[in-house]
């Protein structure tokens, strides 16, 4: 994995989190947002704007990319490196979360 997305993606905005967890089957960004609500109960709504300009992001970053169109909506999916950076942050999320846990002991 390049340094570079690394660096730029862990730690991971919740954004992108959400992003990447949703991608691992192929989905469109007002499907990913509806599976993101429908996730966090509510708590976590992304706005259209934040949404599209993370997927063009990521997708020029080699995490998601383009798979295909249905009903003129742009179908994407986790690559590889996406997969990898998620296993990144997930790994680093449970390490804050053990840390915690006995420090609260």
């Known amino acids: 994995m390049d340094a570079h997305i690394r660096k730029v993606y862990v730690p991971m905005t919740e954004t992108a ?4 967890l949703c991608l691992q089957t192929p989905n469109h960004g007002y499907g990913v947002v509806q599976r993101v609500e429908e996730m966090t109960g509510g708590e976590i709504r992304l706005a259209p704007g934040t949404m ?7 997708e020029r970053d080699g995490l998601i990319r ?18 990898e950076v998620l296993q990144l942050e ?11 846990k006995e420090a609260l002991s």
């Open 17 to 20: 989190f959400y992003i990447l």
């Open 52 to 58: 599209y300009g993370s997927l063009s992001k990521m």
């Open 90 to 100: 997930l790994k680093r999320i449970e390490r804050l979360y053990r840390n915690a």
């Open 66 to 83: 383009f798979v295909r169109e249905e009903d003129k909506r742009k179908i994407y999916e986790s690559t590889q490196t996406g997969r």
